[in-house]
Each structure stands twice: as structure tokens, then as C-alpha cells.
């Protein structure tokens, strides 16, 4: 971890900087996979599986029986956590519902605004080292609030051509309808154009390497929406002297293990608390399993020192985390000053893993500066809103001129006359 | 308009099909315009502004004194519909003001969110044939509701390398902070990049001819995000025996008189009411100024005939229309089944340009079937939402068994790690 100690505004560019993939590069393989499922379908998927997960699938849709094979055989004990986890989840994305908005915005003018569920969504799972079953709880949890008519889930299969237990029993537990033993570009591509099994729907959810994200934006073109671009993850912790090295060294070594690009940053005023915190991450990553990607990414890990309280606060605005841990005396003033980051983790009893899991909150974010522009995944993600408006005879009498008056401003005598011609037979 | 009768179901992808722009065919112009204003600045913008709309501009920015001058010409009657308008809009949109969420997912365990506003956004205006100073009402007023702290405007300059004065005095009437005369495409690359006087924003709003769809959608890989993809304007009157032809055929055409590509449709379970709106239509059309436009898009509009409720209601929901006028005896029930508008305009005394201009719901909403999946332009649009949690020590030895287990599961040690070694700390 370098260590930088109140680096100049003009630093700043380069401190906040991330790793960014290049959209570019990736984009004529995707469009390749695209215009390959486009034409052949499913055939192009299965294909593309045996191309880049080197295994044959004769049939993509997990059955009804695998899942009940599956439902067995996952330990009791986790089953238990997991339903834990989900009544969090679900209610902290309940309590996200809102009321129809209903104004009458002059007499007679009534306009209202109602939320509606997106009809089809589409869940997608990353694969790879290990079985991302949380993630079917933070995608498919909303997605049922809200009311989505069908889910639709894909995940990358094993060597052995299965998806792991723990993902088909959390779909399952979640009213998953239908799930695909499909990952990366091609089962975003089978999303995105529908294929003899995989519905066409109408929103992608899900994170993923960077070919899955590259797939995700091109959707955009093709009638799909997404929930966000996505990117490696990242933590920012926040300390002074009232935080605790041992957790916070722990809290870093959390995220740095996600993999070698993950993003790591320590921001203080308390240079001890930096010395205090160096020590003991270099004590826990010893006793890591994922210890070689963890020193990976803290190799590209930051510890930011600042004297200035504003300075530091400007800091952490600009770089805009995803996950912000605060562990600060002054917590609420700070937090509350705080315009750009995905979720904030404050006190030293919350770690971000508690967010990853089972708090409530959660854990599909944008990073890469996205915090900017994009919420995390949450209930309005899987719902869209409609606005609908009745006008009397008398609101029209009384709105009708106004309208009259824009239309002509604006040249469009057809918006003029559409009031006009109905004034005319109520004041016949 | 063409008249269709009881269409069998294998008849609708034609019929609802839109007129779509090719995106591929547009993006390497697009791109060039990109790749140049990064590199060149608004040099650049300045370029293709005399390239494209044949008007050298010395200084893109709009002075302080233009403004002044602008809103001491316009009439005063404009600027009292123009206020009236505003209330409402902005009544409409503060109603769509949420409080935070906060629940104790468990006890100890503390989750909220909050929305907060987008820092900077860019709202494009439009050019053409009349200054769209409504749509400036549609973006500014919720982005003002909503906090942003930057409202830049760009609006493509008339020949004489102006703005017109009602443009400008909305727009300083709702409180954009910067307008620039800037169109097209350079205008969006500009908005995106930022140039010398153009600040670089977090997300662009507004609708625009193809060109300018296709560059906000390429901005979207310059960490920037865009309302909604926008497309030619559509209507769709659904109306009984109880509809009055005059007032459908009247509002036909004010989404006729819009372009040449605008999208005009009568569904109906009562041929009379479509024979006698053919006549008014005939007759209408011959008063208006925009005739020969407002006749193009006729030419391929459609009135289509049902005789089975259920297959017009879904027919209806099928083609998913932006603006959806509803003139029918039973309509609350049938509004209630609506799943696919971006806005419903319900009885007959409700023409759409109601909405388009001073009722106060907003009209940037989505074309082309997208909405299926986006809603129309509303106050979240200026919002992004963040999470917070809080877990005191008794919440975390109480979760924290869970999280252990479920990062177990999941391969992710150091995850675990986070929790245990506070858990160790809270036993000892």
C-alpha cells in the first residue's frame, strides 16, 4: 500500500483515478457474440460455452429436478442463514415502496403518477472461484417486491457443466421462474434477443467481468435497459483515532480479496492510526487463503493522510466510493456532507461485509465514479413510472388558454387547436 | 390512415413496429464529432456548429445581458401562461418528493436510504422549426425540485446565431445556470467532455433528431448517463362510442403536425366512431399550417378495429405507447390494466397537449416501446439513492453468525474475517 500524506489538489486526478477497461477493445468480440445469437440462437450460445467455459451443455434450462436434487443437498445450517438474510433483504426493499403521488395541481387538473413493475428481467450471475448466491438474493429479492412478472436468471456452469446448489436453491427460495446454465457474453446476448429457451427481457441486472459489462452496454442498443455499468469493486475506509487497525485492516483485506483489481483506499487524519493499520493487514493477509490476489490488489492500494478535515472530506466526495466505511468521532456531521459514494458503512461495527450479505441493504453498486449519476440497485430499479392525468370541462375552461397561448409560442397550431375545438362546444 | 380489422395476432410486430433509426449507420460520424471535441475543444464545437447549422459563432456562451434583453421582448401574455405552466409542473414534481427510507432490518441493525440530487446535469433543448421552451420547463423545473447544483442548457442557434427569447427567458425563469448555443451532436460531445466554457456534466436529459439520440448514447461509455434512449413521438387514442371525433381527429393531428416520423394510431371497438374521425380528420387537416408535415405522418398511421375487448386491451398494451389518450365509458377499469404507457390522458376533455405543456405532469417520456422498461423523465431522474447502515455491538453478534456463514459459503474468507475479529472482541 503507498502511502501519500496531503497530496496537492492537482494529484488528486491521479489518486481518484481507477483501472479503467477499455470499451473499445472489448466491443467487436461482443458484437461478434451478438450478431452470432442473433442468427443462430441457441446453437450460437452453447457454442460460445464450449468457446470460452470449455464445456459442453446439451440442455441450458435447469430442470425442475436438479433443483430439487439441489435443494437437498445444501446444508441445513446455511439454508437457515440465508432465509435470515433474505427477511432483511426484503424488508429494507418493502420499505421502499411508495404511494401512488396524487395532485390535483389546479382545480379541475387531477395527475397522478403510479409505478408499475418491469415486466421481464434478467438476472446475471458471475461465476468463477465461488458461488455468488448472495447476489441472486440482492437481484431476485427486489425483483419480486416489485412485482416483475418473470425472472429470468443465467449463470456460468462448472467444469462439469452444473450451476453450483446454493445458487439454485437461493433462486428457487427467491420465485426465480426460470434459470440457465449460461454466463459471460453469450447469456447476455441471450437476454438481449431471446433464444429457443431464454426469454428476451426487458432489463439485465448483475455484475461480471469486464466482457459482461462491455455485453450489458451494447444491450442498451437492442430495446434492453440495464441497471448500471459495472466495474471491480471498491472500499474506501474513513478513520481517525477512534477506529480500530485490527478492523479495519480486516475490512480492507475483505475487498482487496475480491480479486487483483479490486480498489482499496485508507483516508485519515491520524497518521498512527495508518502505521497501526499497515501492520496489521500485513499480519491478517498472511493467514489468507486468497492471499495472492489480496497482495495483488494492495499492491494498487492507497493510505491517504490529511491534516485538513475539509480537505479530506473533498476528498473522499471526489473519489466517490462505492463502499464507504466511517469510522470517525464526528460520524453523522461527516456523513451527512458526504454527496457521492454507493453505500456508506458507518461505526466500527459495521463492516461492509455485513452490506454483502445480510443487513438489508444492497450490494449491486456502481463504481468507477459511477456514484455520480447512478443509484445502486434497489426497488425503483425493477419498477418504471406512469403518469396519468384527467382534466374536467371547468379545468379545461380555466388550463385551456395557457395551453393555447405555449401552443402558439411554440408554432404548433394542431396542440392549439386540439383545446380549442373542445372550448368551443363548452362555452356553445 | 390505413384501417385494419380485427388484425390477427401474427399481424402485430407490423403493427406496431416503429420507424427505427439505425444506430450503427450513425455512430462513426458520431464518434468523429466525439473524438474531435475531445481533442480540439470547442474549437471543434464551433466547427461543426458552422458545418452543420451554417452559423459561425464567435461566443458560444449566452450573456448575462442577452438574457435581460430577451425577457423584456417577450410578451407579456407568453409569460403569464409560462408561470401558470411552471406552477403546476412544479407542483406535480415537489409532490414526487420522497422522505428517507429507514428500518431496523433487526434489532441493532440499522438501514436507510437517502436520495440526493445529481451534481451537474446538461439538458438539451432542441432547434428546428419553433423554440421548444416547454421542454425547457420539462427538465429544468425538476432538476431545480431536485438540488442539482449545475443546470447547463444547449440549444442549437438560428441562422442568425441566436436563441430564441423565449428560450431564455424560461430558462432563467426556472434557474439553468449556463446556456449555451450549441446544437446536435457537438452540443451532446460538449455536455460529455467538457470544453473551455461547456462544463462537463453527470448526465444529459432531453429528446433530439437521431443524431443527437445516437451521441447520448455514445456518451454513455464517457462516464455519463442519459434520461432515456428518445425516438419520434407517438399518440394513441383508444376510444368508444363515447369518443367525440372531433376531439380524436384533433388530437391525431397534434401528433401529426410534430414530424413526418411521428407515430399516430386509433383503436377502436366502434367503426362508426373511426369512419366519422376519418371525415374530421379530412376536414381538420385542411386548416393547418404544418398540412403537408402533419399529412406525411398520416400516411403511415392507422386506425385498427376491435371487436373482442380483450384483444384490443392487449393490443393496446402491446404497442406500448409514449402519449395514450383513453376516451371510453368503462375507462378506470381499462386504465387500471394499462401495463405499457409512458403517459395516459384519460376522458375527453383531456387532449394531450394538456400534458405537453401546463398540466403539469412532465413530457419527456419514452418512444419506440421503451416503455417497457423506462419511465418517463420525473424528479428521480435528478436523484441519485445511497444506503447507509449502522450495526451496533449487539446487532453484529447477533448477525454476524449469519454473515460468517453465508462468506464461508461463498469462498470469500476475509469476509468472514471482518466479522470474526469484532465478534472476538465483543466475546472476550
Redesign the interface.
Known sequence: MERFINPDRNQWQALTQRASAS?ASLEPLVKTVFNAVEKEGEQAVKNYTLEFDKVEIQNIVVSKQEIVQAVDRVPN??KV??K??K??IM??HE??I?AP???E??PG?S?W?KK?P??KVGLYIPGG??????TVLMLAIPAKVAGCQEIVLCSPPDSNGLLAD?ILYTANLCGVDSIFKVGGMQAIAGMTLGTESIPKV??IFGPGNQFVTVAK?LA??Y???IDM?AGPSELMVVADKTGNP??IA??L??Q???GPDSQVILVTNDIEIADATFEKVAE?LEK???KST?QKALNNSKVICFDNDQELLDFVNRYGAEHLIVCLDNETEF?NQ?????????????????????????HTLPT?????????V?L?SF???????????D??ID?G???E???T???????????S??LKTLKS
Chains 1, 2 share one sequence.
Do not use: W
Request: charged share 20%; aromatic share 8%; proline share 3%.
Open positions: 470499451y445450517e446455511l442463514a440465508i435470515r438474510a427477511e432483511n424488508r429494507f420499505a421502499q411508495t403521488v396524487e395532485v395541481t389546479q387538473v395527475c403518477q408499475l418491469i415486466e472461484s465461488a458461488p455468488l448466491f448472495s446454493v426487458d432489463k452496454q442498451t442498443q430495446q434492453v435497459s455499468p485490527d478492523f480486516s475490512d483485506l475483505s482487496a480479496e475480491h491478517q489468507l487463503e486468497r489480496a456523513v458526504i454527496k457521492h459514494a454507493g453505500s456508506i458503512f458507518i461505526g466500527n461495527y459495521t463492516p461492509e461485509s455485513a452490506g454483502d450479505y445480510a443487513s438489508g441493504t444492497n468507477n465514479g459511477y456514484v455520480r449519476q447512478y443509484s445502486g434497489n425503483d419498477l418504471k413510472a406512469i403518469t396519468y392525468q384527467k382534466i374536467t370541462a379545468g379545461l388550463l388558454p395557457v395551453i397561448a405555449m401552443a409560442a411554440e408554432g404548433l397550431q394542431a396542440h392549439k387547436n386540439a383545446v375545438i373542445r
